[in-house]
């Protein structure tokens, strides 16, 4: 199968590295990771180990192949989406945080856009090499729910390659479960320069669970059938999980890179504004870190 992984930062690198164990990989990111990868190919290392040779590339214009995989960030998208509208795929597959970069995909695409989730921990170390900090699970299917064949193919040929991959009928409620994950641990980890596991300890938990609770409540009000009870129950497993890893803002936040706050807790602050709910927990996360980025000259 060829793929083409459109965002090769820490998780996509990862994922990218153990499709290439056993399909056609082209890495599309920023050099010198990519100039690094395509000389002498990418070491996977950590919970994952082996050493890879996709290609690589800065340029993912008129590019074809089978399944295009996007990685990037949330605001990166629709730029994502001009770029892969150059090309030719079969099918496009988002791994991204927050809920709506499949329809960003899909307006500007001709072909089958699906939605996925990636619970597999990724740091990109140096260039060439990236760190496996716990190995997830690929999630994926219809980005509207339903059954997909497609899905089913796709899932076999990760499955091929050694990856945890399960499809789900259910994609809606499975983007807004991790939404509700990510916007109890991501902010709360970055802000505190904390592991993941620290969401599961006092003084942090009530913020977290705060978080994880008002996103259900949105994702009821957006006819999304997520309990309260079911959130919860993920963010502690996920927390748990992960306990040692650093999450994606955290990342963001240490290398001074502007986040995805505004597609995750801040997605669910303007959801919650149009059905006039209120989510203070989401709103204050969302404005501590934006103000953070702001100090920086990030936004």
Known sequence: ?????????????????LLAREHAVTLVGRDPHAETVRETGLELVGECEATVEPDATTDARNVQAD????????ADTAAAAETLATGSYDAVLSLQNGVGNEETLASALECPVLAGTASYGAVLEAP?????TGVGEIVLGAR???????????AAQFAAAGLET?????????????LAVNAGINPVTALADVDNGAVLESPVDDLARGAARETARVARACDVGLSNREALAALASVASETAANTSSMRQDVLAERRTEIDAINGYVVD?????GLEVPTNRLLTSLVRTWERGRGLR
Request: proline share 3%; net charge positive; glycine share 14%.
């Open 1 to 17: 199968m060829e793929i083409v992984v459109f965002g090769a930062g820490s998780l996509g690198s990862l994922v990218g590295g």
């Open 67 to 74: 399944l295009a995989i996007v990685t990037v960030k949330a």
């Open 128 to 132: 060439g090499r990236v760190r496996c």
């Open 144 to 154: 509207t729910g339903g059954p997909s064949d497609r899905a089913d193919r796709i």
């Open 166 to 178: 399960t499809v789900d009928d259910d994609m809606p409620r499975r983007l807004w479960e991790k």
């Open 271 to 275: 959801r919650a504004a149009e059905r």
